[in-house]
T-cell receptor, first 113, second 118 residues
Framework: DTEVTQTPKHLVMGMTNKKSLKCEQH?????MYWYKQKAKKPPELMFV???????INESVPSRFSPECPNSSLLNLHLHALQPEDSALYLC????????????FGPGTRLLVL | AQTVTQSQPEMSVQEAETVTLSCTYD???????LFWYKQPPSRQMILVIR??????QNATENRFSVNFQKAAKSFSLKISDSQLGDAAMYFC???????????????FGKGTKLSVKP
């Protein structure tokens, strides 16, 4: 089973709202990722967690705050977003950060008004 | 820095026929992985095939196969007996096999949109 789940599927929020995206995997993977994907573009890496520790932050604005409560769960907390943050947010996981294949979730489509 | 280039923004194939998607990459490393991911309109990125650079044999997964030319830094995807469900955006991706820094991250090409005609 290579399933990564993400909730919600769609999210509309105002610029003053606080919301969270959730990602979950039960494959025993120890690395989890957040990507941002704009229309007709490849995914862009935002954060990497390896063994529940933040390993990579690709200079993402502080209005995006990741959290890894345990090895199966990854959250992305959103606050004071801008309309240009509207995108598809993809979560992925892999057995190991470097050596193993990343498996993606279905994504959350975010619209910031 | 490594780069991945997909020179075909769009491709079209007739159902049941064969199509090849191109991908070239640039790296100074000798050990790495290459991937093809498929992203249909449903949005989920699905792994199609993976190739380890140290393996000379080309990877195959059912109707999908690659032509991996390490010296030429080329990694093309062949889809045989194309089906309507193969219509999607296809991304080629590179990842270093070395630990440390950001070398575990996927580097994507810009994608090729494949249409399948009935």
């Amino acid at each position: 089973d290579t399933e990564v789940t993400q909730t919600p599927k769609h999210l509309v929020m105002g610029m003053t709202n606080k919301k969270s995206l959730k990602c979950e995997q039960h494959m025993g993977h120890r690395a989890m990722y957040w990507y941002k994907q704009k229309a007709k573009k490849p995914p862009e890496l935002m954060f990497v967690y390896s063994y529940e520790k933040l390993s990579i932050n690709e200079s993402v604005p502080s209005r995006f705050s990741p959290e890894c409560p345990n090895s199966s769960l990854l959250n992305l907390h959103l606050h004071a977003l801008q309309p240009e943050d509207s995108a598809l947010y993809l979560c992925a996981s892999s057995q190991d950060w470097v050596l193993e294949t990343q498996y993606f979730g279905p994504g959350t489509r975010l619209l910031v008004l | 820095a490594q780069t991945v280039t997909q020179s075909q923004p769009e491709m079209s194939v007739q159902e049941a026929e064969t199509v090849t998607l191109s991908c070239t990459y640039d790296t100074s490393e000798s050990d790495y992985y290459l991937f093809w991911y498929k992203q249909p309109p449903s949005r989920q990125m699905i792994l199609v095939i993976r190739q380890e650079a140290y393996k000379q044999q080309n990877a195959t997964e059912n109707r999908f196969s690659v032509n991996f030319q390490k010296a030429a830094k080329s990694f093309s995807l062949k889809i045989s007996d194309s089906q309507l469900g193969d219509a999607a955006m296809y991304f080629c991706a590179y990842r270093s096999a070395n630990y440390g820094g950001s070398q575990g991250n996927l580097i994507f090409g810009k994608g090729t949109k494949l249409s399948v005609k009935p």
